[in-house]
């Protein structure tokens, strides 16, 4: 088993920026790569950015340019760093893990609400 424990969301103006990590414990070695995905109300949880255990990473176009995933092996942590937020990224915004058999880990998802 893997748990993902998230931080850093908050509310921000439009323009600000933020620092979302998440840190993994549990059976690590089985993760193949990791992400961050979001959910707005009303609407479908989508892929925001992953890094691969390889360290190959990829964005969603919404976020290309503004957003940033990188990870600290030692520390087992996962951050998304987030600058130019608008409004349309409020959302709950959740860490994956995707491990090499098909299993996908969640953390409890931390809330993140850009005012214009």
């Known amino acids: 088993q893997v748990q993902l424990v998230e931080s850093g969301g908050g509310l921000v103006q439009a323009g600000g920026s933020l620092r979302l990590s998440c840190a993994a414990s549990?059976?690590?070695?089985?993760?193949?790569?990791m992400g961050w995905y979001r959910q707005a109300p009303g609407k479908q949880r989508e892929l925001v950015a992953d890094i691969t255990r390889r360290g190959t990473t990829s964005y969603a176009d919404s976020v290309k340019g503004r957003f940033t995933i990188s990870r600290d092996s030692a520390k087992n942590t996962v951050y998304l760093q987030m600058n130019k937020l608008k409004p349309e990224d409020t959302a709950v915004y959740y860490c994956?893990?995707?491990?090499?058999?098909?299993?996908?880990?969640w953390g409890q998802g931390t809330q993140v609400t850009v005012s214009s």
């Open positions: 549990g059976t690590i070695f089985s993760i193949n790569a």
């Open positions: 994956n893990g995707h491990s090499m058999v098909g299993v996908d880990y």
